[in-house]
């Protein structure tokens, strides 16, 4: 793994370094130039979907980029329409992918319309035990979607991935997860941008000298979450990874905390009808 990055133990054991590259929204074009732009920065975690179709893109530039394989950590996420067919669903990602194993493979979303999410959350386990994936996660699951699995399965999720940035932070959720021994990470942690001109969050970027994005990252960061900004522009890309070098003190962290106010930008995982 790359030196600067820390990582963090997740509950079955495995490293998952705490920040990536997210690539939800990157075009079939545009996913091999910013996947290598990314690893030539530094970034050594990314993570995609089934659904977002840019698989194969990860893929590529993976492979063009020659760094070892246990150098990486990948995750993919399960499609809503496959709850019932997890292993051929994951088998199909590593074929985009070109991998023989992810190292996380996440329950995209419960959808509760399909009723499903328990039988996915069971399947799971066989691409964990054929070996397709290293360690098993959720998101955009709520209490209640872990409590209905939870008392099903004996096996607890190593993460949860949801929606987190600092106008819609979502203690009680992150509380849970921690409660449970799941890892959150957050995603859309810049709020799709939204949270970057907030005047709070720029007088904290304008007192260290670092950008919004960074402050912003940082607050991530050192709440303990996994994040993955995503960012088609090759100077973003390198500023999102520049954040090893600078800490916030507990006054900056305070006042990026007071920004919270449900701003979610992202769909409601209760509500949600796909
Ligand atoms: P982010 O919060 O990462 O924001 C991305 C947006 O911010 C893009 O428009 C990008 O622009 C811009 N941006 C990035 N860096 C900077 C910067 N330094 N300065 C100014 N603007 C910047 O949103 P995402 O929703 O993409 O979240 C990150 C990842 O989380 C996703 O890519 C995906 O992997 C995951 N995710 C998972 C979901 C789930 O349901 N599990 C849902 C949503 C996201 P540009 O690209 O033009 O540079």
């Known amino acids: 793994m790359t030196e600067d990055v820390p990582t963090v133990a997740l509950n079955d054991g495995n490293l998952i370094p705490q920040l990536g590259f997210g690539v939800w929204q990157v075009s079939t074009d545009d996913v091999v130039p910013a996947v290598r732009t990314a690893l030539e920065v530094g970034y050594r975690h990314i993570d995609t979907a089934a659904v977002y179709g840019n698989e194969a893109g990860v893929g590529q530039a993976i492979r063009e980029s020659k760094i070892d394989r246990d150098e990486l950590f990948v995750t993919t996420k399960l499609w809503n329409d496959r709850h019932r067919d997890v292993v051929g669903a994951a088998k199909e990602s ?15 979303w419960p959808s509760p319309r399909h009723g499903d999410f328990t039988a996915a959350w069971e399947q799971m386990q066989e691409v964990r035990a054929q070996g ?53 990470e957050a995603y859309s942690p810049l709020g799709l941008g939204d949270d970057l001109n907030r005047p709070e969050i720029v007088e904290v970027a304008d007192s260290v000298n670092r950008t919004p994005a960074q402050v912003i990252l940082r ?25 090893f070098d600078f800490e916030l003190d507990a006054d900056a962290m305070k006042q990026i905390d007071s920004v919270d106010e449900g701003n979610r930008v992202g769909n409601d995982p209760v509500t949600a009808d796909f």
Not at 144 to 163: F, G, R
Not at 228 to 237: C, V
């Open 132 to 184: 397709l994936a290293r360690s098993l996660g959720v998101s955009n699951f709520t209490q209640t979607h872990i409590d209905t699995i939870m008392q099903l399965i004996d096996t607890v999720p190593a993460v949860n991935q949801i929606e987190v940035h600092p106008t819609f932070a979502q203690r009680a959720m992150r509380a849970y997860n921690a409660s449970k021994g799941i890892t959150t």
């Open 219 to 243: 607050w991530h960061l050192q709440h303990g979450h996994v994040v993955f900004p995503k960012s088609i522009t090759p100077h973003r890309i390198r500023e999102n990874f520049r954040l």
């Open 94 to 108: 590593l074929g985009k992918l070109g991998l023989d194993h992810v190292d996380l493979y996440l329950i995209h």
